[in-house]
């Protein structure tokens, strides 16, 4: 106690004191930095999920042939186990082959598995019948019949700025109000919490899209969080779907400032560019990657099950590599943070058409 | 603990004035009398942890905030060099630090209409925090005057907060969500408000030193301790308690 009230007069008399910094702590820190895997087996770059612990990889061919050998590099001072150096292999039509990494922080008391999968999409059409609540945020995510993940959504960023840990908080779920089956996807513009507005953040649009949520820049800009798209080959005819439609009753801007005389409508788009790292929200309509669009051209009302088939509009010829994205959201202009809380878009039966 | 303080105040001033009055018995006229003065001044020092924990990786820069203090002193002399006060101020805390922390553990708990949220990480970067609380406190001193020019007291003091102030930025570091294993999310600059959360009681030690300057006015230095963490104990914003600890150095003049 003398000790200490010694060390704080001297904070008081100096007002600066680096004399009562202690020894920095062992970090307690257990994660992924890289996994490393040669370019030319990848069709697409490989994704680490930190939120869900796992590694997205996206093979060519002969990679599923002859096998891959990462270089895994965890966080400097944390310790990864099995030592890497093996030949992973991977079902080409399943994708199985499940690995996984057990990652111990510097102090030894945290751990950290991840799995390692490939990510196979054998047809490009959905139905939405089967989804999970991620743990311990709770929000819900579509997986494949072969439990890959490859849609996502805001989910991811929102379960940062404090919602209360339930399914029905977040934007993007399920719901059985099917166009087929037993489950569509819908997505509905909500409120922000106060946590969301220091960032400026004061409506979530719902949205839903082929490709991954990088929760790093969800804080630092949003709109880079949402990467858009998934490995594809081929020449793709158009984007078809059923969708349901119906906007909130105040539109609201940026400011939260209620806008007389706007209605919110809903946007839905396909876009197919080359490559084989994503784009994001900051980019996915302006990028000179683009090789075609097929957009939904008027997001109005729709009180019953609509069909669209949207043809892809071609700018430029086909490339070897290639990513397609699908993004929809239940405010058009909900990547600027305005739009009316209540807007609610059912999607079902999606599919890229050859 | 204020059972404690007042305690000990009555325990010092009873030997005092007992001992004072045993060695005056035989010589003097002694008789008690009240004096009234008025405090001003500034108060200087941290709303900060009692030694700082690991977490805290460098402190960049410190700043008192402009905290005024204004007060009303009566004091009864209840011998010739022992005797005793009680006083009403009011009373600004304030001060501003920059500082470096890894793996800070914070909760932070918010209210949407009816839902309850909650979001709890650990902090990795720069932190600038702004303390600024204004108290209305009641000091009571035992007071010892050894001769004309000199003057000191120690008691302890209760105060009762009225407008509260516990804010400021993260910057250019990353959280991780949930804990040490959760997903990183890059901080550029986020701001926080602990405001609402700052007790509104606070209760302490203080002492000072008190030096005649002029025919009433004297110059003054007085320490004030907190106690008691100036966050609940449910408040886990911050995995440390915080305490007022504050040196007032200003004048008194006699009236």
Redesign the interface.
Known sequence: MIKRTLCFGAILATLLSSSCIKDAPLSPEADLDSFIVDQADLTGAVFIDEANSRVQLYLKQNAFEKGIVPRVVPIPGSTVEPAYGDTLKFDQVTGEGLTSYKITSQDGNYHKTYTVSVVTIGVWAWDFEQWRVQEPNKYMYTVEDNATVIWSSGNPGIALSGVQADPKQYPLRDTTEPYHGQYCAVLETRAGTTLSAFVGIRLFAGNFFLGVFDSRFALSNPLASTQFGQPYRGRPKSFSGYYKYQPGPVYQDKAGKPVAGATDSCSMYAVLYGGTTRLDGTNIQTSDRIIAVAKLPDGGAKATYTRFNLPFIFLKDIEPQMMLAIVMSSSYKGDLYEGAIGSRLLVDSLQIIR | MMRYISKIFITLTLIGAASDLLAQNSTSTFKPFLEHRILAGFN???T?P??????????D??WPEFSPTLGYELSVRASQKWGAAIGVKLDFKGMGIKDEV??FHTI?????GS?????EG?FTGKNKTIARNAYVTFPISAVFTPNNNWRFSLGGYMAWKFSANFHGTVSDG???????????????E???DFSSEVRNFDVGFQGGAERRVGKKLSVLGNLAWGVRPIFPSDFQGLDFPLYN?F?MLGVSYKI
């Open positions: 200087f020092g941290a900060a009692m030694g700082f924990p690991n977490t805290i990786r460098a402190i820069g410190y890894q793996y932070i708990t918010v209210q949407d839902s309850t949220g909650t979001f650990t990353y959280i991780r969500n949930g804990g040490p294993t959760g997903e990183k999310v890059i901080v550029d986020a701001t926080f600890v040196l």
